[in-house]
């Protein structure tokens, strides 16, 4: 097992609530935000600490979060190109 998917599966147990698991669609509809935020250089991790959290949990999730970013920082370079 790699280093960071160790530090996943800890972080997953910690933070584990009897009877609250963690969904990724309860935060698919929140990674534009947190790619928005980002792009903009806001820190997205302090205003979404849950999204960043499931993120750090979820491989899939993180993914997805970083193919969104691309998107919305090509997006920012070309109206900056206009």
């Known amino acids: 097992m790699k280093r ?3 530090g996943r599966l800890i972080d ?12 990724c669609s309860d935060y698919f509809e929140r990674l534009p935000r947190y ?3 980002e792009a903009t250089g806001e820190d997205a991790a302090a205003r979404l600490p849950d999204v960043r959290h499931h993120m750090h949990q979820c491989p899939e999730c993180e993914e997805v979060y970083l193919g969104l970013l691309e998107v919305v920082l090509a997006e920012k370079k070309s109206d900056a190109s206009r």
């Open 4 to 6: 960071t998917e160790f």
């Open 12 to 23: 997953t147990i910690f933070a584990s609530k009897a009877g609250e698991e963690l969904s």
């Open 35 to 37: 790619a928005e935020l």
